[in-house]
């Protein structure tokens, strides 16, 4: 029996932040969002989920698409300016909470999956004088590596300033690939010197901004807010991107489920391909059914007063005893004793 081939570049597991920004930039030049986003398996609306995750795969189509359309290829360097602290999402409030510049993005790089990273980052000291940035790709793209170095190395850039004042910038830049055709665009923005085909990426800054205070800082609440913050990221188990997709299908319509082939006319994929692919993922499509039940039933039984009636019809059940029952499979409990306080156990629809 051959094992199942995984493919990392489809693990739903990065806040969409990046693709956040392209959208809005996209949007800022007056096209489309929505018809860059389809057939990705997710629209603009879905972006507002707290939880809603990507995988490299559908942000890099997406990326393609902008650059493509819209004959762009210094969008990474357009995305990246775009950024504030705000956009790291919860690790950039932890941010905030730091004593020094230095502190704060090392705080960002323990969380740098949170804030929406598809690269690797390392901080660290080159010499008594300079402290260094070092970035690489996830995944092998060449195509691709100029966006998201361009992006990760900008948006730093930017938040920098914002935290420390528009008068920061970095000693010198060193890039992996070779110099494009809108290089000046680099010295423009990081108003320094720049060196392409060097053997890493590299943002190489004076000493002095390490150690620069943030006037965030609070002394008295750092720990509280930081201990906080580290809880709400805890992180789970990725999911493939096509698992997201269906799900952010099903959570549009819970109270009545679409059938198996509807979903697959939805992702241009026939019946029989998307259940040969959900049994690779060791998965079915009543269990994500059932996931995303379990859910929203979750959900209104803890954040609304309605009858459980209402929340069976609401959860695509005919009648309260048929909720009850489903219910106690998934969870152990019946529906009242999460009511009371009980806490209910978290539902993996797949492996």
């Not at 609440?221 to 992180?235: E, Y």
């Amino acid at each position: 029996m051959t094992a199942k081939s995984h493919h990392p570049d489809a693990d739903a597991d990065v806040p969409p932040h990046v693709i956040r920004q392209v959208l809005q930039l996209v949007a800022s030049r007056g096209h489309s969002p929505e018809r860059l986003c389809k057939g990705l398996g997710f629209t603009p609306e879905n972006l507002c989920d707290a939880n809603f995750r990507v995988s490299y795969r559908q942000t890099s189509q997406l990326v393609r698409r902008a650059m493509q359309r819209w004959g762009d290829p210094a969008i990474g360097i357009a995305t990246g300016a775009r950024q504030t602290v705000v956009c790291f999402g919860l690790p950039g409030l932890g941010m905030l909470t730091c004593a020094t510049l230095g502190e704060a993005f090392h705080y960002l790089i323990r969380h740098q999956r949170a804030a929406g990273a598809f690269t690797v980052n390392e901080l660290g000291i080159l010499d008594e004088h300079h402290f260094v940035a070092e970035v690489t790709t996830r995944f092998h793209d060449p195509e691709m590596e100029p966006f998201f170095i361009e992006e990760i190395f900008v948006s730093s850039v930017e938040v920098s300033r914002a935290l420390v004042g528009s008068h920061f910038r970095p000693a010198r830049l060193e890039l992996r690939y070779p110099r494009p055709a809108y290089a000046s665009a680099y010295n423009e923005y990081f108003r320094c010197p720049v060196v392409f085909n060097a053997p890493l990426n590299r943002l190489i800054c004076d000493m002095a901004w390490f150690h620069c205070p943030l006037p965030t800082h609070d002394r008295y609440m750092q720990a509280t807010l930081q201990a906080q913050i580290d809880q709400l990221l805890a992180v789970d188990q990725p999911r493939n991107d096509l698992v997201e997709s269906i799900m952010n299908l099903l959570r549009a319509s819970v109270d009545e489920a679409p059938g198996l082939a509807a979903i697959g006319a939805a992702l241009n994929l026939s019946e029989r391909t998307l259940r040969r692919r959900l049994s690779d993922l060791n998965t079915s499509y009543q269990r994500l059914v059932d996931q995303v039940r379990y859910e929203c039933a979750l959900d209104l039984l803890k954040r609304s007063d309605m009858p459980l009636v209402e929340i069976a019809m609401a959860t695509g059940f005919t009648d309260a005893r048929n909720f009850r029952r489903a219910f106690k499979r998934w969870s152990g409990m019946l529906p009242n004793q999460v009511r009371q306080g009980a806490v209910a156990p978290r539902l993996n629809a797949w492996a």
